[in-house]
């Protein structure tokens, strides 16, 4: 068994220092509950990938057999967690230009999309939407070690009306296919919820509202009822499954708070009252407000329809106005890039427009840290830097708190005490 020398003026004592394999050190870790730094860490990281305990470099000890990851001169924070990505996605594919490859391909690109995404700092990811299981396969890989990526939290298919933001649109007739996950009654969605469960799904992704990048649909239109919703809700919760609703319409939104979604992804057009309504209820606003400057920077050149430009730029605009909004009031608020909109790997490029509109650096980063731990119902995993939790670990130079653009840039990476991106001057 390896041991420890801790000496007495250790910050935190053990949980079982034999356990310990790896050490981590830096100048200094945020600590994402109190938004202070703390000098010095000695983060040891157990064989399971767990933190057995975090002491004060300068004055404990450890042995030879500790494998020891230095990190002079950088500022340790827990992994990043980006709470609505599609990592079987590409932006540089849209409209029909996807319909040239084969099914397969996606899958291929998750395996890359992956690899992009954890070297961007983003050690956890809640993949909210994915064709033909191809999160849950990622998933298998990643966990199984065989490819590089982030902890997954699947949601496999989204389920939606017939017709809506989650259906095949923009097809002929004769092209008609029933899409896997589309209900259009409480009963099918209860079914609906239980089937996804089955086959891997770990959070349930509805489509209570019209899209952007559905063809055919009103942006903001309701297109799940409240009971369907509740039906959702109620199924999921009962498997102790979290949901996590599209919804840009005031409408929707509002009903899918009544109906128990504890997520509320994008929610470009809440009202104040649902805003309030969203805080009487300890809902979740998990809003994508990067992603606008890259939908309309590329236009259509990508293969995107003119009918989603269009769509994108009534309401851009108006989701980081609501996003400010909602900030002032206390809505709240998660870190959500909906990467496979914009190129996977720039999910870090968010921060400086959630400060840009409204919060502090620290409130930005505890967003895609202890609240989006807290909101996967995972914060005894992921989302701080504690005894028990994984040593996920991202490193950057400097001070994010003062310049939370520095994000944008991550040193290193370490997932489960295994370094994967970065070089250490101590192996």
Known sequence: MKHLLLAAAAMVSFADPALAATVVTA????????????????????????ITGISDARTVRWGADVKHIDLAGRTLL??????????????EIGGYQGLKYTDSFWQVVGVANAKKTL?????????????DFGDVGLKEAIDGGWIEGPRIVPATYAIGATGGHCDDTGLPPSYDKKVES?????????????????????????????????LGDSVGGQQLSLEEMKAIADEAHMLHLKVAAHAHGDEGIRDAILAGIDTIEHASLASDATMKLAIQHHTWF?????????????????????????????????????????VQLGVPMLFGTDAG?????????????????????????????????????????????????????????????????????????????????GAATNQ
């Open 27 to 50: 100048d200094r870790y945020l600590d994402v509950d109190t938004g202070k730094y703390v000098e010095h860490p000695a983060i040891f990281i157990g064989d399971d990938g767990r």
């Open 182 to 214: 589309i209900i259009d009654s409480p009963g099918e969605a209860r079914a609906k919820v239980r089937w996804l469960h089955k086959y891997g799904a770990e959070v349930i992704k509805i489509c209570a509202t019209g899209g952007v990048f559905s």
């Open 78 to 91: 827990p992994g990043l967690i980006d709470m609505h990505v599609h990592l079987t996605s590409l932006a």
């Open 286 to 326: 998990d809003m994508d407000i990067y992603n606008d400057d890259y939908i309309l920077a590329t236009g259509t050149s990508n293969g995107t329809e003119q009918e989603s430009i269009d769509k994108e730029k009534a309401i851009g605009l108006k989701q980081r106005q609501t996003f400010q909004r909602g």
């Open 341 to 421: 909109v914009y190129p996977h790997g720039d999910n870090g490029k968010q921060f400086a427009k959630m400060v840009q509109w409204g919060m502090t650096p620290l409130q930005a980063i505890q967003a895609a840290t202890r609240s989006a731990g807290e909101a996967l119902n995972r914060a005894g995993d992921v989302g701080t830097l504690a005894v028990g939790r994984f040593g996920d670990i991202v490193a950057v130079v400097g001070d994010p708190t003062r310049d939370v653009s520095l994000l944008e840039h991550i040193d290193s990476v370490i997932k489960g005490g295994k370094l994967v991106k």
């Open 119 to 131: 070297a961007a700092g983003f050690t956890t990811v809640r993949n909210v939407g994915s064709n």
